[in-house]
């Protein structure tokens, strides 16, 4: 790829990711600052390293200062509204480089130094406790609503015009079968116009007294030749309908490829990106590269962005040794790291590798130890395989420092959750002294998707073709409890069986006069697991809708699809079902190793939605906690009243008795007033949140952005 299709690519990601920051920085008066904060810092930080690769020098400077001036306010807890408008600044003029860039002319350097003098007397300033008291600061205070420049990007692909040709094509067969499906349409209410009349005539005996012979023989006649009329139209319908088909087919598909983008787009920016970072940190390394061929969703692409930098920059900064510790190893002076992409049915498969100095695995158990993350019995139980996941547990860096190269805090856990929520999985693989690989699996198309649609308890959902293994009919004589849970032998192995509807917290009884069931064997990552369905549907092609902002995100689910007939179906999240089925099986482990060395801890949960309810007891079980569920706050309140808990956790919109006067009755209550209490709601606005601290809340969590580390360090932190 050319210098000059790189600068293209980055004027476009460019002015997305601009619009995207701008947005995250006017909701932070009112949002999850902390979520917005990272968020914001996560564009900044890729801002600055693409910038870095295309040698953009002015637009890195600004993206380094507005990064050092986030870091230096969000540590104190000060994002104040001088702040806020330092950072639209610094946007605005990012976003003029940036258009300056595209019309090939220049930004007054004169604007550029005084944007990023004010950055930087902002941090020095917050760094000393000293009030901001210099002139350009005054100015900066004074200075009416920041430009929204940012709003003017907007996202664009690159499509073959033979590919739009086609789809015009597509468009103008479907026009011309909407046209005959009228005729068709006009040809069948002149049979019913033709069939009322006779009908009319055959029952009215006035009208029947006036008839003569001939015109009694012309009804007879329409009326007999009206059977062959309809079974024509009939026919014709039924062709008409398949032509139908056809063209829907085929307009999908070519609206996915349109959506395609070769990987060559973003893999052709590697190997320089990989260059600079080295020669910065005084190592050497050559890159390899396949597969850059394979079409990939242009959403797919925008979201890999971030989490792919992060992996290359760990590999060279933390994988690479530098030369003289590789001649000691008796390895090549220079380093050696391979990107490979294959297709895998809906999936694409990308392996991240390096030939540098692995993962040492104890010292992330040291680590994880260090920050009770699991304890030093647990750890000693632990597989090198289990061990090596620890790396995306939420800050549990080996590094000894975070430099401007490594990261600052954008870790493996970002990279992991952004993985998850494209229904895809990350693994890694690694050998001390010889180097490690990361595997990302992600879909081809994030858009258009098929997917399976299945019941459970009359309901109907959709599961993505991606995560799906296969789908057969399971003799019930072939189902063995182990260990207390439903397994089966699947493809020579035990396989852990679920009923759908209980994962979901569906009502439901279970069939017990049945020969087969049906089984969804569903694999993400390293997980598998097969779920018990009443019934499989269908297959086809959906689109899916991810749910508005003001619902949030609902656990087990990644979105909706609506069906022909009006319906809205969801569509189920297959890596969250996953984890909740092999999350049980950890629980049982830790409970285990708990009861060996350490006390448990029990929480009372109260909420009213019952897959919301599952699905955080159930993370809360896999990291060794005994949760009592109640369905809303009264059942809450008698647990804890007959019952010895840790914590409260709950909601707040919940029937009989809210979270609201929950808190309220525990702080009244002489035994229960000391308790610890987390309050999770979809509810995110400042005076929600304050009603319920004052209620007696210790710690107040939003669902919408629910993430299960989040919740557990909260937890830990008020229960102590």
Do not use: W
């Not at 790829?1 to 002015?15: C, D, E, G, K, V």
């Amino acid at each position: 790829m050319t210098t000059s299709s790189l600068i293209a690519r980055f004027i476009s990601t460019a002015r997305d990711r601009l619009t995207l920051m701008g947005e995250a920085l006017s909701r932070l008066r009112t949002g999850d600052v902390d979520a917005l904060v990272k968020r914001v810092g996560r564009d900044l930080h890729t801002l600055k390293g693409e910038a870095r690769l295309l040698a953009l020098s002015d637009i890195e400077t600004i993206a380094h200062a507005s990064e050092d001036m986030l870091i230096s306010h969000h540590r104190a807890s000060q994002i104040t509204e001088i702040t806020e408008q330092l950072l639209f600044e610094a946007f605005d003029i990012i976003f003029s480089c940036v258009q300056a860039l595209d019309e090939g002319v220049g930004v007054s350097e004169h604007e550029i130094a005084a944007v990023v003098a004010r950055l930087r007397d902002n941090v020095l300033a917050e760094r000393s406790e000293a009030p901001l008291a210099s002139p350009a600061h005054r100015k900066a205070e004074q200075k009416a609503e920041p430009k929204h420049a940012l709003d003017h990007g907007g996202r664009s692909i690159h499509v073959r015009t033979k590919l739009l040709d086609q789809m015009t094509d597509g468009v103008s067969n479907l026009s011309g079968a909407l046209v005959r499906n009228r005729q068709h349409l006009a040809a069948l209410t002149d049979l019913s116009d033709m069939l009322r009349e006779s009908i009319h005539i055959a029952t009215d005996e006035d009208a029947g007294e006036h008839l003569d012979q001939e015109t009694i023989a012309t009804i007879r006649a329409k009326l007999v030749e009206l059977p062959a009329q309809l079974v024509k139209i009939l026919r014709e319908f039924r062709e008409h309908h398949f032509h139908l088909d056809l063209i829907f087919a085929e307009l999908s598909e070519e609206m996915r490829e349109a959506r395609l983008q070769p990987l060559r787009t973003v893999f052709a920016t590697y190997p320089t990106f990989i260059r600079n970072v080295a020669r910065e940190v005084g190592k050497r390394i050559r890159v390899e590269i396949s597969g850059e061929e394979l079409g990939i969703d242009q959403r797919v692409l925008e979201e890999l962005g971030e989490p792919v930098m992060h992996l290359l920059r760990n590999s060279v900064v933390h994988g690479i040794e530098l030369p003289e510790e590789r001649r000691a190893a008796g390895k090549p002076d220079e380093g050696l790291i391979t990107i490979t992409a294959r297709q895998d049915g809906e999936l694409i498969r990308i392996e991240f590798s390096d030939d540098g100095r692995g993962i040492d695995l104890e010292r992330v158990k040291r680590r994880a130890i260090a920050l009770n993350v699991i304890d030093e019995l647990a750890a000693e139980r632990m597989n090198p395989a289990e061990l090596t996941r620890l790396v995306f547990v939420s800050g549990l860096s080996t590094a000894a420092t975070t430099d401007e190269l490594a990261g600052r805090g954008v870790g493996l856990d970002v990279v992991d959750a952004v993985i998850d929520r494209m229904n895809g999985s990350i693994a890694v693989e690694s050998r001390v002294g010889v180097g490690t690989t990361f595997i990302l699996q992600v879909p081809v198309s994030l858009s258009l998707t098929r997917a399976l649609f299945l019941q459970a308890s009359e309901q109907t959902f959709a599961v993505p073709n991606a995560a799906v293994v296969e789908v057969y009919r399971l003799p019930v004589r072939e189902i063995r409890s182990v260990e207390g849970r439903e397994t089966t032998t699947y493809r020579g192995k035990l396989l852990p069986l679920v009923r759908l509807r209980e994962v979901l917290g569906l009502a439901g009884i279970r069939d017990i006069f049945v020969n087969k069931v049906g089984v969804v064997v569903m694999r993400v990552g390293d997980d598998m697991a097969g779920f018990v369905v009443d019934d499989l549907l269908s297959e086809r092609e959906i689109v899916v809708r991810p749910f508005d902002q003001f619902i949030g995100r609902i656990p087990l689910a990644s979105g909706v699809t609506l069906m022909e007939n009006g319906d809205v179906v969801l569509v189920l999240h297959p890596p969250d079902l996953l984890r909740i089925v092999h999350d049980s099986k950890r629980a049982r482990a830790a409970a285990s190793i708990a009861r060996l060395g350490s006390v448990e801890r029990s929480i009372v949960y109260a909420e009213d939605s019952i897959i919301t309810r599952e699905y955080a007891a159930g993370v809360l079980r896999s990291r060794g906690y005994n949760v009592a569920e109640a369905a809303d706050g009264s059942e809450a309140l008698e647990l804890m009243r007959t019952g010895k808990y840790d914590l409260l956790l709950t909601d707040l919109q919940m029937p009989r008795m809210d979270g609201f006067k929950l808190c309220a009755a525990v702080r009244k209550d002489g035994s229960l007033k000391n308790l610890p209490i987390v309050v999770m709601s979809t509810l995110d606005t400042p005076e929600t949140k304050r009603m319920a601290l004052d209620a007696g809340a210790d710690a107040y969590l939003v669902k919408s952005s629910f993430a299960e580390d989040t919740l557990i360090s909260t937890i830990e932190r008020v229960i102590r």
